[in-house]
């Protein structure tokens, strides 16, 4: 009997708790409408209480405005003294408004009481949810027509700048990201003996981990706020980045990028939103143009860190065989530095204003817009200019995550039902970018980024691989060719490279301390002939005969020896490791080159799209850069040397990245507020799986055509700009 009492009051209390909560949000953020309500009821309740004013004495007396019907303590259970449901969790400290000790001014609709000073009323349980969406997207549009003339009077000055840098470097953090992998393949393969199918998982498993960090990280920032997302987000991307720098195993080096990946790939759709939610209208598109420079400066730092680290191979140390450091993890662990110091600088900003109101937290917003109004005030020499604003319209809310109290259930439920809360909240969000009003500009943006980063990534990783075969096919034509040599007593102890050796006779000969790089024996006789600490790469021995041949430290494996027969011949303490073979070092000097060219070369484009986004429009700017684009295309089939295709590619790169910009600065305008990054993060999702999709296929034509590429290429780009054209312009436009 104890044991049900205990719970019975404890499931009260928890109840009253939500009552109160619920109470207060419902009293501070119901907007004008409810102000509508509340005279509509005074006035249906006094006409009631006038009519029955000879039946006052069957009710009980009134407390604090409040009526209580005696069924009220028969349902609590806690005697004629306990307080009814519809008192429960009034406090007279509420009926002062929360902000005024610090000068906060009321929102419309804020506080206890209404316009008359009487308690304020939450809108009927039975009012249609679609008339209540309505009515919150109106709110919206008064909002955004208000904020804009909020950030008209902050200005653009200090705050504004110093957010650029911060956000820049979670920018240049993504930027690095996308350039690691590829540049520390070359080394890490050796280390790891990574086959060509791993490599290749490797390379595009940032693509994936990226994917879902965007899509995540995106429709949670509509939710718990943009600067924690992104805080969460680089926190993670700069731990798995830590981390991968000192795993020894290919598998744990592959879990490490994926979920580093996860965590940087929240920064592009959280960036552009949260820096476009500071910018008035007529600074928003040459500013988040500006802002992806830092895109191409973390492309330039990687590939810098990259040439003046990986070479150093004094840079490392090992503990025994089972531990090695190399200083390719060095480059790793470099990498990771933008990303630390994004976190460090974006520790002290401020929440978005604009996802406060949108949230209905009128007195957080309304003192970050006062931070940046007096910064921008103070930094232009004019500190006596006060904050004019006195009123800012909040949001109406839908559904809100009512804290519950410490003593009502379980931790683990009570977690259990926030996420669930937050779930349903953020799949709600997802599905209102296919509503009705935002469907059709969902799809055309789905076709645009698709093609886009199906054709540019698909491209850009094709430009390298293509190089890489123009070397091979020009290393090729300058092998060397000996038939019919016959060599007695003689020692070769230098490097053997790019090599055929065929019908040749080799008596009494010593193969000792050299390399062999791309060398072929066929039909080649080796007779008591000595071999020792032989270092090999793509050599291999055809239809060869060793008799009485001697092999000592090296690595000389089985595989090497095709069809080949082995006549009283002894292999004594081969080389330990790897038993792949893998390509010359000074590809890796060409990689670093080639990507920090492309790299480089589109500053041109940049700095073009930031002068002319608010001039000429983001429609023609994405547009006109994509048939360029698609235009320079045709160019490759040009391209018969390895100058030009990295000529080809740096024209390529200084051209379509105008059209990325304009696409980022459209799709930030293009949604509200309170959907934006998570649209943009299901779009920027959907841009990683075309990259993949596209890298798949057109480095699969490397060394079969190169028509296919280019024409796959061509038409992407070529859709992707008509479907540009029927997109809506957003110049001019406030922000939603």
Not at 436 to 443: Q, S
């Amino acid at each position: 009997m104890d044991d049900g009492y205990r719970d019975r009051t404890a499931f009260i209390r928890g109840a009253k708790d939500i009552a109160k909560e619920v109470k207060r949000h419902a009293a501070k953020k119901v907007g004008r409408s409810v102000d509508k309500v509340q005279d509509e009821y005074t006035r249906r309740s006094y006409t009631r209480f006038e009519q029955d004013d000879d039946d006052d004495d069957d009710y009980p007396a009134s407390r604090d405005g409040y009526y209580q019907d005696p069924a009220d303590d028969d349902k609590e259970g806690g005697g004629g003294g306990a307080s009814s449901d519809d008192t429960e969790g009034h406090d007279e400290d509420d009926e002062i408004y929360e902000g005024e000790y610090q000068g906060i001014p009321k929102a419309k609709g804020a506080g206890a009481g209404g316009a008359d000073g009487q308690p304020a009323v939450v809108a009927p349980g039975y009012r249609d949810l679609a008339a209540q969406a309505a009515e919150r997207r109106k709110d919206q549009e008064e909002l955004a027509e208000q904020y804009e003339a909020i950030l008209q009077e902050c200005g653009h000055g200090r705050f504004q700048w110093t957010l650029y840098f911060v956000l820049g470097l979670a920018l240049m953090a993504d930027g690095v990201e996308i350039f690691v992998v590829g540049f520390v393949l070359p080394s890490a393969e050796k280390d790891m003996c990574l086959s060509d199918s791993n490599k290749g998982m490797l390379g595009l498993i940032v693509y994936l981990g990226m994917m879902v960090g965007a899509f995540l990280w995106g429709g949670l920032a509509d939710r718990i706020g943009r600067r924690q997302c992104l805080l969460i987000s680089l926190s993670i991307n700069s731990v798995f980045a830590f981390f991968s720098s000192f795993v020894q195993g290919y598998s744990t080096f592959l879990l490490c990028r994926l979920l580093s990946g996860v965590g940087i790939g929240g920064s592009i759709p959280i960036v552009f939103s949260y820096f476009s939610e500071f910018l008035a209208q007529e600074k928003r598109g040459e500013h988040l143009s500006w802002l992806c420079m830092f895109w191409m400066i973390g492309g330039i730092y990687a590939s810098a860190m990259a040439w003046a680290i990986i070479p150093h191979y004094g840079w490392s140390f090992q503990m025994g065989s089972a531990y090695q450091f190399h200083s390719w993890r060095v480059f790793v662990l470099v990498c990771a530095f933008p990303s630390v110091f994004a976190i460090a600088a974006l520790t002290p900003m401020p929440e978005s204003p604009r996802f406060f109101l949108e949230n209905g937290k009128h007195d957080e917003a309304w003192m970050i817009l006062k931070q940046v109004h007096d910064t921008n005030m103070r930094a232009k020499g004019h500190p006596e200019r006060v904050f004019s604003v006195t009123t800012i319209k909040t949001v109406k809310q839908l559904d809100e995550l009512v804290e519950m109290d410490a003593n009502t259930g379980t931790l683990h439920r009570r977690w259990r039902m926030r996420l669930s809360c937050l779930f349903h909240q953020v799949r709600n969000n997802f599905l209102e970018c296919f509503s009705p009003e935002y469907r059709r500009t969902t799809l055309m943006m789905m076709a645009v980024w698709f093609t886009m980063s199906f054709s540019y990534y698909g491209l850009t990783v094709w430009f390298p691989d293509m190089i890489k075969h123009m070397q091979k096919q020009d290393y090729a034509l300058r092998t060397k060719v000996f038939v019919k040599e016959r060599v007695e007593h003689f020692t070769f102890n230098f490097t053997l490279e790019n090599q055929v050796h065929r019908n040749g006779e080799y008596f009494n000969d010593k193969f000792m301390n050299l390399k062999m790089k791309s060398v072929l024996f066929e039909d080649t006789l080796f007779e008591e002939c000595y071999f020792e600490d032989i270092t090999s790469s793509n050599t291999f021995f055809k239809n060869c005969t060793f008799v009485s041949s001697l092999f000592y430290n090296t690595d000389l494996f089985q595989y090497r020896f095709i069809d080949s027969k082995l006549v009283n011949s002894t292999f004594l303490h081969n080389k330990e490791g790897c038993m792949l073979d893998f390509s010359d070092d000074n590809n890796a000097y060409m990689i670093y080159f080639v990507s920090f060219l492309g790299t480089l070369a589109v500053l041109p484009g940049n700095i073009v799209s930031a002068l002319l986004m608010d001039k000429i429009g983001r429609l023609r700017m994405l547009a006109g850069s994509s048939v360029m684009s698609c235009i320079s295309c045709f160019f490759l089939s040009f391209g018969s040397s390895e100058s030009a295709m990295i000529a080809l590619l740096c024209l390529f790169g200084g051209i379509s990245i105008a059209s990325w910009n304009a696409l980022d600065v459209l799709t930030v305008e293009l949604y509200p507020s309170d959907i934006r990054t998570t649209a943009f993060g299901f779009l920027n999702a959907l841009c990683k799986l075309a990259a993949v999709l596209g890298i798949s296929i057109f480095t699969s034509f490397v060394g079969i055509t190169k028509a296919m590429p280019i024409m796959f290429a061509s038409v992407a780009l070529g859709v992707g700009s008509f479907l540009a054209m029927k997109l809506p312009e957003t110049r001019g436009r406030v922000l939603q």
